[in-house]
């Protein structure tokens, strides 16, 4: 196997085990705001061809259009993403005889449609890390924990849009790495940022630290330009789009709308988003606690892009913590921070700690970001703090330490994950839910698993449900498995031709 090739294998291994592992614990449900708005945008742009929502889904007047109608806040590029989930999705609802579960079916699909986007970005991480020269087996265990050791794996089954913005930033960065002697692929480069930007707008920042280091990196304003001009055509429609909805090729509704809260203390935002119960980087991803040893290796080795990616963190990360909605709603743990934390995960392939205690310090709290992100996987926060509404109990941005998203759903996670295991094993009988009704609800008493809803639903038995999720677990394990086993084998190799 060539060099190139066994590079190859090692990102696609990787990418499907990522995609069997997020499928394995995927949801399906669509029970938040913004995903319903990309959801209800996908469908007029099928149905009705038209880039405005079928009503004021939000209860904001600061996205009604100059033409009276409503418009999403988000970009286009989720809704058009979804379009090939959409379809599926209703050509499976037309084979399901239960009228709720058939409706309930294209927004399960369309949800489950972020997976792809996740799985991508894995290999996008370890493609990007082979090419700024990082250790082999080194990129594939940091590649795979980009995805599983921080929130990038609850979000993978929420239908937001954070992880496709990711994945065209990162892919952003991926090609300019390789663009050396290669103005095409500065130009794709550029594509990739529009197609971030029409994603969540505001990854038009990294568009000048991107120029910056083409131009460190190359020295020639070739590859600049090349970047400008893939980055035009996004830019011109994302001006277009605005200008439609808003009158203004500026305006996409953030700049009017007084829930974001434009002029706060960046000094409190920054506070939240590094230390409050509600969205604390290092609570909700304490890998992060690495980043700086991670990128202080990375700066001996690679000192251009770790600026890159320290600049790119740094000026998002002031961005949001300007804004008074810096725990982005209701939100669980540090959703605005999402696409970015590749910056923080990927400087670890080139740090190497200096002890065994060091080592074994550092391999727990990689297991512990990793269990962290369990009980957002396990149990939906949207529907635990509908519940607990309903109890007249308000926890939407509830700074409370004892009200903390991730302690929530970790006591909600302990309370319906043993039963439903119990009954996927025949220890105690399956509690179905009855025809009628809204099914998030019925189905909230659960741990959010698309497989365990529809074996409660009665489309599947036990045997099935058991098989499918044997099944992807089983392949997520060879498939990582076999990604780390290739990339050992080729570190062998290059050392014994050294």
């Known amino acids: 196997m060539t060099v190139s090739g066994r590079r190859g294998a090692i990102g696609a291994w990787i990418a499907a085990g990522s995609?069997?592992?997020c499928l394995l614990t995927a949801g399906g449900s669509m029970t938040t705001t913004d995903a319903v708005v990309a959801f209800d945008l996908t469908q007029s742009l099928?149905?009705?061809h038209s880039i405005a929502t079928s009503g004021d889904l939000i209860g904001n007047q600061a996205y009604r259009?100059?033409?009276?109608?409503y418009y999403s806040p988000f970009g286009v590029a989720q809704s058009v993403w979804n379009i090939p989930f959409y379809a599926a999705g209703r050509l499976i609802a037309a084979r399901i005889k239960r009228p709720d579960t058939a409706a309930a079916i294209p927004k399960a699909i369309v949800t489950l449609g972020t997976i792809p986007a996740v799985a991508l970005l894995a290999w996008c991480a370890f493609a990007l890390l082979v090419s700024l020269d990082a250790p082999l087996a080194a990129s594939a265990a940091t590649a795979t924990a980009v995805v599983f050791a921080t929130p990038l794996w609850p979000y993978s089954g929420f239908g937001f849009n954070q992880p496709l913005a990711g994945l065209?930033?990162?892919?952003s960065v991926l090609l300019a790495a390789g663009a050396r002697g290669h103005a095409a692929r500065a130009a794709l480069a550029g594509l990739a940022l529009g197609a971030a930007v029409l994603t969540r707008q505001e990854m038009l920042l990294a568009a000048p630290f991107l120029l910056a280091y083409l131009w460190s990196m190359r020295g020639s304003l070739a590859h600049a330009a090349a970047f400008a001009a893939g980055l035009a055509p996004p830019a011109i429609a994302w001006g277009w789009y605005n200008w439609v909805r808003f009158g203004s090729p500026l305006e996409s509704g953030y700049l009017r709308d007084q829930v974001v809260g434009w002029g706060a203390s960046p000094l409190a935002g920054a506070a939240g988003l590094l230390f409050s119960s509600y969205a604390s980087l290092f609570l909700y991803c304490p890998i992060a606690l690495l980043s700086v040893a991670g990128l202080a290796a990375m700066w001996r080795r690679q000192r251009a892009a770790a600026l890159l990616f320290i600049s790119i963190f740094a000026a998002?990360?002031?961005?949001?913590a300007s804004v008074g909605n810096w725990m982005a709603g209701r939100a669980y743990g540090p959703r605005y921070l999402v696409p970015l934390l590749p910056a923080l995960v990927l400087p670890l392939a080139w740090w190497r700690p200096a002890s065994r205690r060091a080592w074994t310090a550092a391999a727990a709290l990689v297991a512990l970001s990793v269990a962290?992100?369990?009980?957002?996987?396990?149990?939906?926060y949207a529907k635990v703090r509908v519940s607990l509404a309903r109890q007249g109990e308000t926890v939407a941005q509830d700074m409370r330490w004892s009200r903390a998203p991730l302690l929530l759903n970790a006591r909600?996670?302990?309370q319906v994950a043993p039963p439903a295991l119990a009954a996927l094993v025949g220890l105690r009988p399956i509690a179905r839910v009855a025809p009628g009704g809204r099914l998030d609800d019925a189905l909230a008493d659960g741990p959010d698993?698309?497989?365990?809803?529809?074996?409660r639903l009665g489309v599947i038995g036990r045997g099935t449900a058991l098989a499918i999720a044997a099944s992807l677990l089983a392949a997520a394990m060879l498939a990582f498995a076999r990604a780390l086993r290739l990339a050992a084998d080729g570190e062998r190799l290059s050392e014994s031709r050294a």
């Open 65 to 69: 259009g100059v033409d009276g109608r």
């Open 19 to 21: 995609a069997a592992l």
């Open 316 to 320: 998002l990360f002031v961005l949001y």
């Open 372 to 380: 962290v992100q369990l009980p957002g996987v396990l149990v939906d």
């Open 449 to 455: 698993l698309w497989w365990n809803s529809l074996l």
């Open 412 to 414: 909600a996670a302990a």
């Open 46 to 48: 099928v149905h009705r």
């Open 168 to 171: 065209f930033l990162w892919t």
